[in-house]
């Protein structure tokens, strides 16, 4: 087999291991670079969901506040008392007219306007 003529020695003078181990340093580096990149990509756009979701919940609250017909801790209780009968009991708006905070159309049972009124045995006919 003939020699390399001796432009073709690239790695003469040079420590090829020095080279190799320079060179993963490097793209150590770079991949460094672009783990933090992606991470702080990762957390802008976690928190620009969360800020949209808590925008959405604040617009969903001043909105029920705004445009109902109760005062503002008798809209608490009226959402409070959607549930079920037992929760409209708790939060002290059973029975409730129709019209008036406490009263859903669920908890009316025999559809007469009065939600969650006591039967005869003095329980509520909807739970």
């Known amino acids: 087999m003939p020699l ?3 432009s073709w020695r690239v790695h003469e003078g040079r420590d090829p291991d020095k080279e190799l181990q320079l060179i993963q340093r490097r793209f150590e ?3 460094r670079r672009a783990d933090r ?3 702080m990509l ?6 620009r969901s969360q800020l949209l979701a808590a ?3 604040f617009a ?3 909105a029920v506040f705004f445009f109902s017909p109760f005062s503002p801790w008798d809209t608490l209780r009226h959402v409070a008392a959607a549930p079920n009968c037992n929760a409209a009991r708790f939060v002290e708006l059973a029975p409730a007219r129709r019209g008036n905070p406490g009263y859903w159309s669920g908890h009316d049972g ?3 306007g009065i939600a ?3 039967n005869q045995r003095g329980r509520s006919a909807h739970r």
Request: charged letters at 40%; aromatic letters at 4%.
């Open 55 to 57: 925008s959405l919940v």
């Open 116 to 118: 969650c009124e006591p």
């Open 4 to 6: 390399l003529p001796k």
């Open 60 to 62: 969903a609250t001043f």
């Open 42 to 47: 990762k957390t802008l756009h976690e928190a």
């Open 110 to 112: 025999d559809d007469d």
């Open 29 to 31: 580096a770079i991949r």
């Open 37 to 39: 990149r992606e991470r």
